[in-house]
């Protein structure tokens, strides 16, 4: 079969930059999306293991109508940290609400755990956040184990021994009004990976490596259970997804287009907002197009769904847990 050809970003919407820092030594990573003024933001947080930083002012009654930026590390809450280097940026730049003298950045983060992939004593740290701002750009950019997804790991059902490698994937999806609907996933689930556009599975435990011989997450569950937590804990699974659009959305029309995008990580990563993933999807509008929700909201599923499966097959094992591209 041909395999697709991925292409895309979340800043083909015009406005958006996304940039990375990563630490190849310790394998973690922060990724940050940078807003045009006036953006309109609101996620959907459906995860029961997630550590989060500035969502409040994503909600629709909230006195910050805008969000100027969007930050995916891994560290776990440790890498939160890395925010304070992105509003310091942010700050530097001018950008912010106004607070009298003062500019204040609204910056909204969420965390993946990726402390037993590498050397779990770094995280990302102010300075990283910082240099993704920095490094941050309108171009489609590196794929896979770059950034927040430096560390990321998927289907975990059966330990490290059976994990393979997770990553991060954009994409984006045109608009039959001329709009574009941009994604960007870090993929660091417990559940396997699919393709939802072949359902054709691309990430799954292995019972043995060496003969490529893979165990099927949902059936296993069901028929036996659980057997491990994970590498060690119940808290090291997240999947992180944006969406951007250049479509005028308000915030509450905002907040239904990250749950209808929802769907394309339901579809892509099986199973998916388990008691121990720390799922969370972001929708980003600013633009002028309009398009019935409907539309914004499938195109933002497909996109999802690409974002994902590309962040599986460009991401690198770098020798220590097995990839899609060292599987195939």
Request: with cysteine; glycine share 12%; aromatic share 6%.
């Amino acid at each position: 079969m041909k395999e697709n050809v991925f292409s895309g970003c979340v800043t083909d919407v015009e406005g958006f930059r996304l940039g990375h820092s990563s630490d190849l030594n310790a394998y973690t990573g922060v990724s940050v999306i940078l807003c045009p003024q006036g953006t309109v933001g609101s996620c959907e947080l459906r995860g029961t293991a997630t550590a989060t930083r500035g969502i409040d002012a994503l909600r629709a009654e909230h006195l910050v109508g805008h969000i100027d930026a969007l930050v995916f590390t891994g560290g776990s809450a440790y890498g939160l940290a890395s925010s304070d280097g992105v509003m310091r940026y942010l700050e530097e730049q001018g950008i912010g609400f106004k607070a009298g003298s003062h500019t204040v950045p609204t910056v909204a983060s969420s965390v993946l755990f990726d402390l037993n992939f590498g050397d779990g004593k770094v995280r990302p740290s102010s300075e990283m956040g910082y240099d993704a701002c920095v490094n941050s750009s309108l171009e489609e950019g590196a794929q896979g184990s770059v950034g927040a997804g430096t560390g990321a790991t998927v289907a975990k059902l059966l330990g490290k021994k059976g994990a393979m490698k997770g990553g991060l994937g954009t994409a984006s999806c045109p608009l039959p009004s001329g709009g574009t609907v941009g994604a960007l996933a870090v993929v660091n689930a417990y559940g396997s990976i699919y393709d939802y556009a072949s359902n054709l599975k691309i990430a799954s435990p292995l019972s043995d490596q060496k003969n490529k011989e893979f165990v099927d997450t949902e059936e296993f569950l069901r028929l036996h259970g659980r057997p491990t937590e994970g590498f060690g804990t119940t808290v090291e699974n997240t999947t992180l997804v944006a969406i951007t659009t250049n479509v005028s959305l308000n915030k509450n029309e905002t907040h239904k287009l990250s749950q209808m995008a929802a769907h394309g990580l339901i579809l892509s990563v099986r199973p998916s907002y388990t008691t121990v993933d720390g799922d969370v999807v972001f929708a980003l509008s600013k633009g002028n197009f309009q398009e019935a929700l409907d539309v914004v909201g499938e195109a933002a599923k497909f996109a999802v769904g690409q974002a994902i499966c590309r962040a599986i097959k460009e991401a690198d094992g770098f020798s220590i847990i097995p990839s899609w591209k060292e599987l195939n």
